[in-house]
């Protein structure tokens, strides 16, 4: 059993306090409640202290004091986890929320971001040198969370994951060490922070090879969802012969109202939302196949990346109930496609959705056992989620998750995205990393063998 914060004599928590730059905040603390609020509202954790790092120094005083004091430790960066990983009950939180900077070098393309930073205020440092790096949809989601457990969104056919554009980490270790991975240094480290999540240590620091993206033409595209059946057919064969360049990825969902128009809001669709990042003057050319589906909606033009990756953030702030379920598919045959036409007709609330992201392209392109993320074979990560911002919804978005997942499974590769499930059990991990799973374990048993990090979708040390 783990030390409780509160089991701790407060001549401890003096000293340490006079060790750290950055706040200590207890429960006992008017900002407590507010600080322990995360992206999903449905996560309700009590822990015994928040560290509110700003520096390197302060999360390795942190880790000394979490392992020298035996306490249950958890790393929140941006919070977006769904299962609510960067907290724990009684426990100690670092926070890296004020470890922010992301430096752009324009010469080698490449930006260093610091381990509290969210996706949007990357965007909007590399946006004016004509620069993205390769993240995922919502630009409020953590840097850290989205990259160590894979990263998958709009430039993933044309650039890879965020992994795979992953050059360097600063990271502090179980033992408080500080070390910088990368090809060169600490290469086994290097490769299970490539999509073995915060199993391995704290990083403070990413850099990340940047691309040339400055405008993308992009949007969403709406069927009824009666068409899903022939859309989904259709779009199977499509996407995986596009062009790198062309991206999209398709949902069931409701429309919840504004922007889109009246007539529209509350109804159940078919949906994809693409991304293209070739010449604008081949726009009619290359998204002619799907004019020729009759979309009854759609809202396809050249906006800035950065607009693009900012389309859901309005609909899905911070604080709403979140169920999440997740598989891997290779086809969307009848059978699937029948499935995903039952429960797309009876989303429960309008901002409750299924996504399928396509791993065609670049990110197909990488050895299976290059990087953790060994599901490069499949041709979709999916997800369903229960969304909504009334907790009284919470089981019945939580119901129908599960029931449309259940009924999926059975045509699933197996194992999840780990980005997208919930706190589901050592097998589901195990089935997710595949081949890689035991190397993961004896690297874990090499720099963290007594699973100080496990507050995560947790690799268990190899004894």
Same mark, same amino acid.
């Given at each position: 059993m783990s030390t409780k914060i509160n089991e701790l004599d407060s001549s401890v928590l003096d000293a340490f306090a006079s060790q750290i730059r950055g706040e200590l905040i207890f429960p006992k603390d008017?900002?407590?409640?507010? $600080? =322990?609020?995360?992206?999903?509202?449905?996560?309700?954790?009590?822990p015994g202290l928040f560290v509110m790092c700003v520096d390197v120094a302060d999360v390795i005083y942190a880790v000394n004091f979490g392992?020298?004091? %035996?306490?249950?430790? &958890?790393?929140?960066? +941006?919070g977006h986890n769904g299962g609510g990983l960067g907290l724990c009950n009684d426990g100690m939180v670092i926070d890296l929320s004020g470890i922010k900077f992301v430096h752009v070098d324009v010469e080698h393309s490449t930006v260093r971001v610091g381990g509290g930073n969210l996706w949007g205020e990357v965007d909007h440092a590399t946006h004016p040198f004509g620069l993205a790096v390769p993240a995922g949809i919502i630009s409020t989601t953590g840097v850290g969370g989205l990259t160590l457990g894979g990263g998958v969104g709009y430039l993933s056919r044309k650039y890879g994951l965020t992994i795979d554009n992953l050059l360097e980490a @600063?990271?502090?270790?179980?033992d408080g060490s500080f070390v910088t991975v990368n090809a060169k240094q600490h290469t086994d480290l290097f490769w299970a922070i490539r999509g073995g999540g915060g199993n391995f240590g704290i990083v403070t620091s990413f850099k990340f090879q940047a691309h040339p993206v400055k405008n993308v033409i992009g949007g969403p595209t709406l069927w009824p969802i009666e068409k899903i059946d022939e859309v989904m057919e259709w779009y199977h064969s499509?996407?995986?012969? #596009?062009?790198?360049?062309?991206?999209?990825?398709i949902a069931t969902m409701v429309i919840p109202g504004p922007p889109f128009p009246e007539a529209l809001h509350n109804k159940m669709f078919c949906g994809i939302v693409w991304s293209y990042l070739g010449d604008p003057k081949k726009q009619k050319e290359v998204f002619r196949p799907v004019m020729d589906m009759e979309p009854i909606f759609q809202h396809i033009g050249e906006m800035p990346y950065?607009?693009?990756? $900012?389309?859901?953030? /309005?609909?899905? *702030?911070? /604080?709403?109930?979140?169920?999440? =379920?997740? @598989?891997?598919?290779d086809e969307l045959g009848p059978e699937v496609r029948a499935k995903h036409l039952e429960f797309g007709?009876?989303?429960?609330?309008?901002?409750? !959705?299924?996504?399928?992201?396509?791993?065609? /392209?670049? #990110?197909? =392109?990488? +050895?299976? !056992? @290059?990087?953790?993320? &060994?599901?490069? %074979?499949?041709?979709?990560?999916?997800?369903?989620?229960?969304? @909504?911002?009334? *907790?009284?919804?919470? !089981?019945?978005? $939580?119901d129908w998750c599960k029931q449309y997942w259940e009924a999926l499974h059975p045509y699933s590769m197996g194992g999840a995205y780990l980005n997208f499930i919930m706190d589901e059990g050592q097998e589901r991990i195990k089935a997710s990393y595949k081949v890689n799973y035991d190397r993961l374990t004896q690297i874990k048993g090499k720099y963290d063998p007594n699973n100080f990090f496990r507050v995560n979708q947790n690799i268990q040390p190899h004894k």
């Open positions: 008017e900002k407590y409640n507010e $600080t =322990r609020k995360v992206y999903n509202a449905m996560i309700d954790k009590r392992r020298e004091h %035996d306490l249950l430790v &958890a790393v929140r960066g +941006g @600063d990271m502090v270790l179980a499509f996407i995986n012969e #596009a062009p790198d360049e062309l991206n999209g990825f950065p607009s693009l990756q $900012t389309l859901f953030d /309005g609909m899905l *702030p911070h /604080g709403l109930q979140w169920y999440w =379920r997740a @598989d891997y598919f007709s009876k989303i429960p609330t309008p901002l409750s !959705q299924m996504h399928l992201y396509p791993i065609s /392209g670049a #990110a197909s =392109r990488v +050895g299976k !056992q @290059d990087t953790p993320w &060994a599901n490069r %074979d499949a041709k979709y990560a999916g997800v369903i989620v229960g969304v @909504d911002p009334d *907790p009284a919804n919470a !089981q019945k978005i $939580t």
